[in-house]
């Protein structure tokens, strides 16, 4: 499985985004895809996450409210919409595919390169 993550960019304080993450391969229906971010001298924490199929979802405490994450299982495609974004949001947002666990960072075995988000006050 490949990741392509796209969508980053520069936005003001209360701006909104919303990031891309094409799949190409196949994804098993009972594994999670996730957003993570990670800023400059900071660990690598999760955000969202959602099941390939069925309708669990999972944002961490920081964004909910704020983020949403959808996915397009025809389009092998997930989406992170964000929205009343912060200057604290700024930061490296990969995608990631393939774990039976939505917020462990270390048990998913496929990343995409990181798309920057930089949210100026």
């Known amino acids: 499985v490949q990741l392509q993550a796209s969508g980053g960019g520069l936005v003001q304080a209360g701006g909104s985004l919303r990031l891309s993450c094409a799949a190409s391969?196949?994804?098993?229906?009972?594994?999670?895809m996730g957003w993570f971010r990670q800023a400059p001298g900071k660990e690598r924490e999760f955000v969202a996450a959602i099941r390939w199929r069925g309708s669990n979802k999972y944002h961490a405490d920081s964004v909910k409210g704020r983020f949403t994450i959808s996915r397009d299982a025809a389009k092998n495609t997930m989406s992170l919409q964000m929205n009343s974004l912060k200057p604290e949001d700024t930061a490296v947002y990969f995608c990631a595919a393939g774990s039976l666990e939505a917020a462990t960072a270390t048990s998913y075995p496929y990343w995409g390169q990181g798309t920057l988000v930089t949210v100026s006050s």
């Open positions: 391969g196949r994804i098993s229906s009972r594994y999670f």
